[in-house]
């Protein structure tokens, strides 16, 4: 079986029929997202950040791959719950709500925000409508204007002390001004794009280290604390794919090259070498890190990276790549799919057992297996490779 | 050989030295706490908990152990820090300050205010002064007066939409007040008793499922969610020695009873049959926690729960205690301790292995195991057992 097959029937025919089918809240709106095992609800929450990525999933799907229906109306669905009750009168969104919409926890979390506008943009390109636009841009508009102080009065971090700045807004702006170009236009897009290159790759990235900190002071120097140690392996393979499709977009061989180089370099440093899999977290001076959860295998840390690998192996023949990309394609396969209820698993124990018998809860939710599975799918498409013998075998008996 | 002459040893010859050696900053003053295995130091940050709960423990020793000169010293040296830089112009205590004392992060938790006040209030007994004697009232009346809005302009939870109140704050005062009671004096303490015992036995307990909830709503009732749902063994474990500790006070028999039967109830719950060791985090209906953690094994979950056992073993002669109290110090002494480098290891995998390769951190510092050493030497002081085979035999492998 070729990998392109392999990712659309993942995709087609295990995880966008599990959604389908138990995520929909026919009662008040909206989606579910806290779903066990065989797809029962176990909490009827509201987190604005899965309910942005599922209509966003939905509208992708039907912007790219089929003019399906009920994946439209599903898009529409969520939609229209998270403009009736997601955002406060400022136009920020609240990051989470109860089952009927009643806010629950206040606007702290810009990502609300990013994946909302995220939501509202696929939204618009799939049935276009006027107030989906505007959404779309105001909310963009907000979380530029937010972006230096995106905590607002929630932040505890007292002023002045040491001021750090995080890698995930620029990260998810590299995705987001891409994912809007339709609403914001080329210019737009072209004016912001050398600015979150070169935070992403010359302000984050240490050259010393070869890696990318999640947290810098805000002249891109490394502070030695708990946050400025801070490495998040998947973080940092996640945007380099990003870096990748703006660097196809801009011609940009060289900076191809910088994304897999960082890539390697983070998956050395970032995979377990007893157990397999990449960690969640590391101190960058191997020190204990403050996360217990530091030596967990989750879902999107491996999806993403499979993302990155792929591109980086079409993109340039790198047999690392290549290599690394069939690694974590079999880790990731034999360990958080399950075959037997559809979806995947989100959290992995360090030894690869399944730390919680779920597949969504309130950061899981349908977002990044099939968008992963979708890019993969797409990566292949023209790129034709054989699944390995062995990976067959574990298809087989999966299933 | 005893178990009293056990503790006892313990606390002083292995674990109150490697605070001693390790943890005083001589250039700064205050406290390192983030100790690696032997006892360097990786970070350097000061944690305001930590800082209190070490001037408590040292200031506790003098008092009530021996009149030690290097234990007031270095008490006052900690609290000298404490008081110069821990707090805001309104008397609330930061969360955490940089090695040199500036404010890092906000005081957004008053628990800082609780250790805070426990430490000026321990310090007063051991060398009276009236500045500490104020410091500690005025710090234990600034925690009543924001003990319905704790987190201040912090909380994220939208207001009126689901109010919860949590086990911690009740409990701790239980505690504090007891520890404040030289300067409180008795009538307070008397009046402030009922109220807390009532919180702790009535309203967090919940009579249909025999257990303690971490959040309720503001009645008491149970909340079908993530928060509502959250079980901390370990907490709820503690707890129950500081009842007891107020059942004996007030001489209440049915008191200690109650408190015996709702510990081996939740030791019965939180306990893991598969590999040992008491687990951090359960959701009270079986479904996947929020907490990552949730399956780790905590060093102060175990010793509390040492203490709670020998405590209601003692006080009752209840059988189950006695035989809770053998398999848990069994595991914890195994498990937990390090013979080679003093203290003990904090966290634990599931499986009992060192999670983390240090002896302090951001919330592990000199309190819950020389103060449950303590505890237990004097529990069994005048209450003679020998320590079971079995686990001399541990203590001369290890050592």
């Not at 399906?68 to 920020?92: I, Q, S, V």
């Not at 946050?227 to 060289?254: C, Q, S, Y």
């Not at 983070?266 to 590391?282: A, M, Q, R, S, V």
Request: negative net charge; aromatic residues 14%; proline residues 4%.
């Amino acid at each position: 079986m070729q990998y392109a097959e392999l990712y659309k029937n993942e995709l087609l025919e295990n995880v966008i029929p599990f959604w389908l089918k138990h995520s929909k809240d026919e009662e008040d709106g909206g989606f579910y997202t806290c779903l066990d095992r065989f797809g029962n609800v176990y909490d009827t929450d509201k987190f604005v950040w899965l309910q942005g990525r599922e209509v966003w999933m939905f509208s992708m799907l039907y912007n790219n791959v089929e003019k399906r229906a009920e994946w439209l109306e599903m898009a529409e669905h969520g939609a229209k719950f998270l403009k009736t009750h997601g955002k406060d009168d400022e136009g920020n969104f609240y990051f989470s709500l109860t089952k009927e919409g009643k806010p629950l926890i206040e606007p702290y979390n810009i990502f609300s925000d990013c994946f909302a506008a995220m939501a509202f943009g696929a939204l618009h390109k799939a049935s276009p409508n006027p107030e989906y636009e505007k959404l779309a841009r105001d909310t963009f508009n907000n979380i530029v204007a937010r972006q230096y102080n995106p905590k607002g009065k929630w932040s505890k971090a007292y002023p002045g002390t040491r001021n750090l700045k995080g890698f995930s807004l620029p990260m998810i702006l590299c995705n987001l001004s891409l994912e809007l170009e339709h609403i914001l236009g080329p210019d737009k897009v072209n004016e912001f794009l050398p600015t979150v290159i070169h935070e992403v790759m010359e302000v984050f990235y240490q050259p010393d280290k070869g890696l990318i900190l999640e947290n810098v002071y805000e002249d891109g120097s490394f502070c030695d604390s708990f946050e400025g140690r801070l490495l998040n392996p998947g973080h940092t393979i996640e945007a380099m794919w990003f870096i990748m499709d703006l660097a196809v977009r801009i011609n940009d061989k060289k900076l191809i090259d910088q994304a897999i180089k960082i890539t390697l370099r983070t998956l050395e440093k970032g995979w377990d070498n007893e157990h397999g899999g990449i960690f969640y977290f590391l101190d960058v001076n191997g020190h204990a890190p403050q996360q217990l959860e530091w030596d967990q295998k989750l879902w999107w840390v491996h999806i993403e990276t499979m993302i990155t690998l792929a591109k980086g192996w079409k993109l340039t023949g790198n047999a690392e790549c290549e290599r690394w990309f069939k690694i974590v394609h079999d880790y990731t396969w034999k360990n958080f799919r399950d075959a037997e209820y559809g979806e995947w698993f989100g959290y992995l124990n360090r030894q690869g057992e399944v730390l919680l018998n779920m597949k969504g809860g309130k950061w899981k939710g349908c977002f990044h297996i099939p968008r992963g599975l979708y890019q993969l799918w797409k990566i292949f498409e023209d790129f034709n490779h054989e699944v390995a013998d062995e990976q067959q075998s574990v298809l087989n008996s999966a299933s």
